[in-house]
T-cell receptor, first 114, second 109 residues
Framework: KAGVTQTPRYLIKTRGQQVTLSCSPI?????VSWYQQTPGQGLQFLFE???????NKGNFPGRFSGRQFSNSRSEMNVSTLELGDSALYLC?????????????FGPGTRLTVT | LAKTTQPISMDSYEGQEVNITCSHN???????ITWYQQFPSQGPRFIIQ???TKVTNEVASLFIPADRKSSTLSLPRVSLSDTAVYYC??????????FGTGTRLQVFP
């Protein structure tokens, strides 16, 4: 069974631009969560989606948004990029909501904002 | 304020048992505590999960005291390949998912 895939793997953007990251979960998994990882802040929760509905959201500004499609694939969007948005963005999938179920992480998308 | 803290780093030798503690205030009674392992340039990998007392699988044990204000990941007989960063993950008030600060484990031969 194929693992979680994220595209693109690397991305360089300029301040003020917007970016869309994509995540394809493991087949059959209906839950997708997104995390931001930086050296200073560590791993931080962004969103959790289940069956196309956002179930939970972390403490990030409204510039960060996401969605999940009917095939469980998910995208996250960051508008008006800031230098501080440079990070590794990780997507994880789970058969059901995170609670009580193992999450499988993708390799991440490394975003650099210049 | 939800806070999940871990020791920054730990050193061990091959064959020893390693215990890594995660402190988490105010997690709900039925919320799970999950531990992940992360190698450089990779996403975290699931190790073990539980919500009370003790859970054991083929690679680790998880100890959770009755007050649930902390949890301890126990790695028996570590090897060089266990050198990685270890994170706990908890959910506060069935809402926010909070990762611990991470513990960098270095195993020496």
């Amino acid at each position: 069974k194929a693992g979680v895939t994220q595209t693109p793997r690397y991305l360089i953007k300029t301040r003020g631009q917007q970016v869309t990251l994509s995540c394809s979960p493991i087949s059959g998994h209906r839950s997708v969560s997104w995390y931001q990882q930086t050296p200073g802040q560590g791993l931080q929760f962004l969103f959790e989606y289940f069956s196309e509905t956002q179930r939970n959201k972390g403490n990030f500004p409204g510039r960060f948004s996401g969605r999940q499609f009917s095939n469980s694939r998910s995208e996250m969007n960051v508008s008006t990029l800031e230098l501080g948005d440079s990070a590794l963005y990780l997507c994880a999938s789970s058969p059901r909501l995170v609670e009580g179920y193992e999450q499988y992480f993708g390799p991440g998308t490394r975003l650099t904002v210049t | 304020l939800a806070k999940t803290t871990q020791p920054i780093s730990m050193d061990s030798y091959e064959g020893q048992e390693v215990n890594i503690t995660c402190s988490h205030n105010n997690i709900a009674t039925n919320d799970y505590i999950t531990w992940y392992q992360q190698f450089p340039s990779q996403g975290p990998r699931f190790i073990i999960q539980g919500y009370k007392t003790k859970v054991t699988n083929e690679v680790a044990s998880l100890f959770i005291p009755a007050d649930r204000k902390s949890s301890t990941l126990s790695l028996p007989r570590v090897s060089l390949s266990d050198t990685a960063v270890y994170y706990c993950l908890v959910r506060y008030n069935t809402d926010k998912l909070i990762f611990g600060t991470g513990t960098r484990l270095q195993v020496f031969p």
